[in-house]
Antibody, heavy 121, light 107 residues
Framework: QVQLVQSGAEVKKPGASVKVSCKAS????????ISWVRQAPGQGLEWMGW????????NYAQKLQGRVTMTTDTSTSTAYMELRSLRSDDTAVYYC??????????????WGQGTLVTVSS | EIVLTQSPDFQSVTPKEKVTITCRAS??????LHWYQQKPDQSPKLLIK???QSISGVPSRFSGSGSGTDFTLTINSLEAEDAAAYYC?????????FGGGTKVEIK
């Protein structure tokens, strides 16, 4: 069965960076993409971006351009999302999701359990 | 950017009642509209894909309809386990966007 298992909760100071991992299993990793979505406390869902696990192509939300980097390690079927220059409003649960779009962002069908990132001085 | 506007924001419903949630897109997105259910402290779960296509394992009381700019999620005969937030999501054009969500409470 498809599973996405994310790394554990993080507490960071403003200005620091965080890197969240997402290990996939139960499917051919390179046939799909990975989307990243975040949810601030008590708020809705925000699409952060997408990476093709096939060729590493990425597409990021404009508001995060320059601060976010998404990568994959096909040898371990793991995706990573790094967010730099953290601010208090980056405090959120970060989700990875399998994206049916292998060459272009599309439908996110299976989701990880989420990783809480807290930014606080 | 395509804006998705959901209504209502909140709905309190009696079990066995029918629930209708709407999602309006700021421009035409064809059928590239998907619905998710998120229960408290859980990850979103895909309910309906491409406006009306069912998902294996999702109860048949959940259905979707619409195309272009106007979409509807219907829950027939609401059950207590359906208490959750529901989100629409478009994959027609970048950036991908979500609706603001509809919280369904059981009376």
């Amino acid at each position: 069965q498809v599973q996405l298992v994310q790394s554990g909760a993080e507490v960071k100071k403003p200005g620091a960076s965080v890197k969240v991992s997402c290990k996939a299993s139960g499917y051919t990793f390179t046939s799909y993409g990975i989307s990243w979505v975040r949810q601030a406390p008590g708020q809705g869902l925000e699409w952060m971006g997408w990476i093709s696990a096939y060729n590493g192509n990425t597409n990021y939300a404009q508001k995060l351009q320059g601060r976010v980097t998404m990568t994959t390690d096909t040898s371990t079927s793991t995706a990573y999302m790094e967010l730099r220059s953290l601010r208090s409003d980056d405090t959120a649960v970060y989700y990875c999701a399998r994206d049916r779009g292998g060459s272009y962002p599309g439908l996110a069908d299976y989701w990880g359990q989420g990783t809480l990132v807290t930014v606080s001085s | 950017e395509i804006v998705l506007t959901q209504s209502p924001d909140f709905q309190s419903v009696t079990p066995k009642e029918k629930v209708t949630i709407t999602c309006r897109a700021s421009q035409s997105i064809g059928s590239s509209l998907h619905w998710y259910q998120q229960k408290p402290d859980q990850s979103p779960k895909l309910l309906i894909k491409y406006a009306s296509q069912s998902i294996s394992g999702v109860p048949s009381r959940f259905s979707g309809s619409g195309s272009g700019t106007d979409f509807t999620l219907t829950i027939n005969s609401l059950e207590a386990e359906d208490a959750a937030a529901y989100y629409c999501h478009q994959s027609s054009s970048l950036p991908l966007t979500f609706g603001g969500g509809t919280k369904v409470e059981i009376k």
